[in-house]
């Protein structure tokens, strides 16, 4: 969404572009290993489930295809930080599917995450207001010329 709005309002060189795109696959990246996680201090739940759930949570903006979100898995699952169990659904009607729950490692990461998370943003919000302020001075200056 903010790719296509930022090449229909300017038209920046195509290596901003790439490296735009590169930043914010890798920020989706470590974003979706930390939904997935913390969908799973919840509840054990699997992979279709916690896709519809990602979905759901970003209003639409975060679609995880199966080719996504079940690499994912294996590889949080691989890390140690969730486990799968096959269970046979509750109906006793349809295919077997693999709960996932978050390990004691992972809710120790997760802790980590949230913590990490929260620092972060926080000093990149003190950013943006300073930024912000230069900005919101710039324009009542330029105001006060055009008077």
Do not use: C
Not at 12 to 40: A, H, M, S, Y
């Amino acid at each position: 969404m903010y790719l296509e709005e930022l090449t229909m309002t300017e038209t920046p060189p195509d290596k901003t572009l790439d490296k735009l795109r590169e930043w914010t696959r890798e920020i989706n990246r470590g974003i979706l290993e930390f939904w997935v996680l913390t969908l799973l201090r919840q509840e054990s739940l699997y992979g279709a489930r916690i896709s519809a759930l990602i979905d759901d949570m970003s209003a639409g903006r975060i679609q995880m295809e199966p080719g996504t979100i079940y690499p994912l898995l294996n590889r949080l699952s691989e890390k140690g930080w969730i486990v799968g169990d096959i269970k046979v659904r509750s109906e006793g009607r349809g295919p077997m599917r693999r709960y996932y729950r978050l390990t004691k490692d992972g809710d120790l990461l997760l802790q980590a995450m949230i913590d990490h998370y929260f620092d972060t943003y926080e000093a990149l919000f003190q950013l943006m207001a300073s930024e912000f302020q230069s900005v919101r001075k710039r324009l009542s200056e330029m105001m006060e010329e055009t008077d």
